[in-house]
DNA sequence: ATCTTACCGATTTTT
DNA sequence: TCGGTAAGAT
């Protein structure tokens, strides 16, 4: 039988119901922003937008449908009857709408005839995290054509340029990545090297001015620094010392990742166009976060072929002090005028009172671009104000709301506390052990960056770049091998004199007259190196990590010491062997200088798990991008959260604003917003009135409490008895206006008027209608009427 | 070479 | 207040 005809109309028809049906969970902005593959697209991303989700699948639809679906006049080759019969199959399938993955691949391959080359595909990412968390939801989606796109960081794919790059710069390509630790050191080096007194140039003060050069884009003889500023003209000769001695060590730091990428692209043309042919489709998460290096490096790419989607929310900007330059996203248009602007406001996430909070807080901001979240989402809970007596009912009323939060059926992981800094944590983290609530410090030190993992790193470091003498200087007595202080001093003065690296250094020993015992620990050293050095390229990562820690004997001397700090060490290092492992499994062959790269990249954040258990304690900086049921933000007080350092900085209102917003916004049912009257910081006593956010917030969203019975413990002086006592009656009384103020549990400790100090040791009834049975130590077991007794919790 | 003592400084930090 | 670092003692 001869073929049937087959019409382009019905196969467009057919494909059209497909892509409609594919993409039929989205709403009309999503879907909007999935479709414009084609130019310059802003698409402002509120919190909790499903941003991803519109990134995810326009990666999708570029791959199915290519970037410009309205031309639609022909039709592939060799479509059958049979093919069309299949594609009506599909479409009349039950559960298979969102889901590419069920489409046959015949179909699949139909369809996509005007699909573009994965390999075309560029998506940026800030974080690890988001990067890892887009391609997990994109690999399922189109299969293996994920391993072809580059879903990364700025760092990774700047790396991965470099890596293949770098050598026209000038770079040996196995260059190492120094991190914040080292980078210091080597400012410190610079600083000794140009007799500056590091007390009046403070090594993090050099770094960040820097840092803000590099981000700028400026190499040291590109900066004027204006007549007589004394200060920041040496700040110039260290920055101009710094990056000579980073190519001396050949290593890069995060900074240069990008900059020189950019230099790179910006001085051989032929090279940036290799990668603007490449990456035609390019898509930047956070841009709102771009600094403006990482902007030119876009703008470069992006140049040629102009199709490119930023996604971002101005209002999310809280990287300012990192150079992030808010401008970038608010004058996109001014760069791309042909941009198609798209706004996602309908929010997943929260109740309709969190974010009417949100919207209230923000609102204030000036320069904004316009737009206001809103949801199907329910009205939700009132908003929860406490105004705690110091930090330390702070975290009780944490400590005690999570404990009841838990009676209604939420877990610990759904909750947690955002500080403004981290030295709040302390407070929290004390009521917390004391009451038993699991909870996690998030953010804190790096896994990379402690001392054991940074040793380790220091030996593969310096096998992998013999001209690494940062990494060198940190491990060459490490374990201690007897090369004390003025043996490195001399190898350093060596160095300079010779102009050779202090590796080479090492091989020509008998030219600096060297005690014995000095002399001995260097040759043994240079002997384990070389040995180390001779299993490059032929061991694993695994087996050489072993290697070291064995014959340096440094595992042994932290077993030997048996503290139950060496022991953390050890589990540590282990921890530290299972990544090797990772590692070494999924690559064909071990490549020294790669893992290294990819574990300067990694931050502890990536490891964060979202079901652990525990409460997440962190930073209102490292929320972002994350959520929770439950929202706890303490601090809410003027000098703490508006930050004091941020009221004489241009701008330093509107971000911390924006902070706010930020950190409402990782609310989805429950937020808690909580001032200290008295706040004890570094020491001192500091009563702050609380946070201007708090005024902003509607009146009518929020249940405001304020309970002041520890307040009054707090004072200790016996003058203020008398006022003492008249305000626990007073406050007393109030507890029993507000209800829920005070309750008392199994095990609470609490002061009596009279019979002093005691403990719950029974509890019946609720509320107000509460009875307690109390143990006062010598008194006896007293049953009391919470409602009249005059007590207050200890 | 290693332990002890005094002093300083203390937002936020995706990489 | 506290923790890290840098200089001094043994």
Redesign the pocket.
Known sequence: MAELEVSPEQFWTLRDRIRQKLFAGLNPQQFKTVESGLGPVLCLAGAGSGKTTAMVNRVLHLLLFGPAYEEKDYMPLGVKAEDLTAMEFWLGQEGSAGKSSTLPERIRNLISYQGVDPRSILAIT????AAQEMKDRIAPMVGPAINKMWVM?F??ACLRILRQEIAVLGYDNNFVIYD?QDQLQVI?DALKQLDLD??KY?P?SMSMFISKYKSELKAPDQIVISKGNVYEEKALRVYTLYQELLIKNNALD??DLIMLTVILFQKHPEILDKYQERFRYIMVD?YQ?TNHTQYMLIKLLAEKYRNICVVGDDDQS??G??Q?DIRNILEFEKDYPEAKVIKLEENYRSTQKILEAANKVISKNKGRKDKRLWTQNPEGHQLVQYLASDEKDEARFVAEQISKLLVVGAEFQDCAVLV????QS?ALEEWFIRTNIPYKLI?GT?FYERKEIKDILAYLKFLSNPSDSVSLLRII?VP?R??????VQKLIAYSQQNNVTIGQVLDNLDDLNLGARAFKGLVDFRQLIEKFREMLGKATITELTETILKETGYLQELISEASYESQSRVENLHEFLTKTQEYDEIVPEPNLSEFLSQV???????TFEENSGYVAI??M??A??LEFKNVFLVGMEEGIFP?F??FD?IG?LEE?RRLCYVAITRAQERLYLIAAKQR?L??QHNYNPPSRFLRDLPEELCEIHQNGEDFFQTVKEPRKLEARQASQNLNRIKSKLSPGGVAYSLGDKVIHDKWGEGVVVAVRGEAEEQELSIAFPGEGIKNLLTKYAPLVKG
């Open positions: 800030f974080t690890n995290k960081t760092h990774a914040t410190k590091d007390k403070k993090k995060f900074d956070e976060d809280i990287y002090f990192r992030a403004r800094t981290n030295a302390r953010g790096n007595n201690r007897g090369i004390g202080d003025a043996t300067s990249l990694v931050s502890d954040l990536d962190m930073t900086h490292s972002k991008g930050h350092r941020s900085e330093g911390e004890n570094y020491g």
